[in-house]
């Protein structure tokens, strides 16, 4: 996985193989009007520790302080995700009632996919109302194996 922060928070967290992570990552730097060096800052330490027990099955909610850079539809869905509990999902469908937008589906899959900060705000939880898995940025490989890690630990 690729972490960016500052000494203060996290600004992404995505898989290293994610399609387009270059674009992102781009994005970013003219957002943050910054450089993006190599370097360490207490939340790349934090998230690594963190994901360490992700993986491990020893962490359901990470504690990084982040910061979500987006419109405020985006941000607003994102805040919702993060109601999903550890090893469960919700429609799309089930977000947009939330956040009371029954209407913006596509819109709530959209801004799933411009999620910057993969598995701290699950997105990876989110699946169609029908039961299928939809669709994932990290890859539907990826959104599979997450869902059935999160399983193993409950």
């Known amino acids: 996985m690729l972490a960016i922060s500052d000494e203060e928070c996290l600004y992404l967290l995505e898989f290293a193989s994610r ?3 270059d674009n992102e990552i781009e994005k970013l730097r003219n957002r943050l009007n910054s450089a993006i060096l190599p370097g ?3 939340p790349l330490k934090q998230i690594e520790d963190e994901l360490k027990l992700y993986f491990n099955g020893e962490l359901k909610t990470f504690k990084t302080p982040y910061k979500m850079i987006g419109t405020e539809f985006q941000k607003k869905v994102w805040s919702q995700l993060l109601e999903i509990p550890f090893s469960r999902t919700v429609s799309y469908l089930d977000i947009a009632k939330a956040i009371k937008a029954p209407k913006a589906i596509r819109a709530i899959g959209q801004a799933n996919g411009k999620n910057q900060l993969a598995l701290i705000i699950p997105c990876h939880r989110v699946i169609n109302s029908n039961g299928k898995l939809g669709g994932y ?10 869902l ?3 399983e193993k630990y409950v």
């Open 19 to 21: 399609k387009g992570l």
């Open 137 to 146: 940025g990290g890859g539907m490989a990826k959104k599979e194996w997450l």
């Open 40 to 42: 360490e800052a207490k």
């Open 148 to 150: 059935t890690h999160e």
